[in-house]
């Protein structure tokens, strides 16, 4: 059973405009989510985190929002850049002495010059 | 910048050989991973350490083999490979309690 899902498999956008990109999760343990950027034939690297006392955090172009009560986290990336295009994965941790991640699918943006 | 390599990139061999993926940090981290990820998939964790001689079985079952002897290093062991082990093999390790991992570049194992 997924505990992070991540229901679009793909996203195309303009260059200039907003990519959003969605995570859901069942587990009302997690309390700590983070957003990994993946290329082909790379392995995938650390983006942004936010944990579950907040629900919001920012970092450049990329802005992450938490609704815990709808169990639900975005990803929004402003102004979309061609050089965004990859795979987008939002994992999931439970804290405590607890330190492995679970993932969703991911989500390929494409973002069109 | 995280320093953490893994060989080979590819690798393609037949049904029943034995293979040792290769992964090794620089940065002193204490917990490794194992995640495989099948094309469109989840990255799944199959083994991890939270130090020397320290290993766990991950979620995702494995026929694999971990060993953790230094902490550096963290490789992984099939001993007669199948073709229901074709998969990427993404290695990955860690500091501190909140996880922000950092990945090799991982492993594309085709198994004939």
């Known amino acids: 059973d997924q505990q992070v899902k991540q229901n679009s498999p793909s996203l195309s956008v303009q260059e200039g405009r907003i990519s959003i990109l969605n995570c859901d999760y069942t587990?009302?343990?997690?309390?700590?989510f983070l957003w990994y950027k993946k290329y082909p034939a790379e392995g995938p690297t650390f983006l942004i985190s936010?944990?579950?006392?907040?629900d919001k955090n920012e970092d450049g172009r990329f802005t992450v929002f938490l609704n815990k009560s709808a169990k639900h986290l975005s990803l929004h990336i402003v102004p979309s850049q061609p050089g965004d295009s990859a795979v987008y994965f939002c994992?999931?941790?439970?804290?405590?002495?607890?330190?492995?991640?679970?993932f969703g699918k991911g989500t390929l943006l494409t973002v069109n010059p | 910048e995280a320093d953490i390599y893994q060989t080979p990139r590819y690798l393609v061999i037949g049904t029943g050989k034995k293979i040792t993926l290769e992964c090794s940090q620089t940065?002193?981290?204490?917990?490794m991973y194992w995640y495989q990820q099948d094309p469109g998939m989840e990255l799944h964790l199959i083994h991890y350490?939270?130090?020397?001689?320290?290993?766990e079985k991950g979620d995702l079952s494995s026929e694999s083999t971990v060993s953790r002897i230094r902490t550096e290093h963290f490789p992984l062991t099939l001993e007669s490979a199948r073709p229901s082990h074709t998969s990427q093999y993404l290695c990955?390790?860690?500091?501190?309690?909140?996880?922000?991992?950092?990945f090799g570049s991982g492993t594309q194992l085709s198994v004939l």
């Open positions: 990955a390790s860690s500091a501190g309690t909140i996880e922000k991992l950092f």
């Open positions: 587990n009302s343990m997690f309390d700590y």
């Open positions: 936010i944990s579950s006392i907040k």
């Open positions: 994992a999931a941790n439970s804290g405590g002495s607890n330190y492995k991640l679970t």
């Open positions: 940065m002193g981290h204490d917990k």
């Open positions: 350490s939270y130090g020397v001689n320290s290993t």
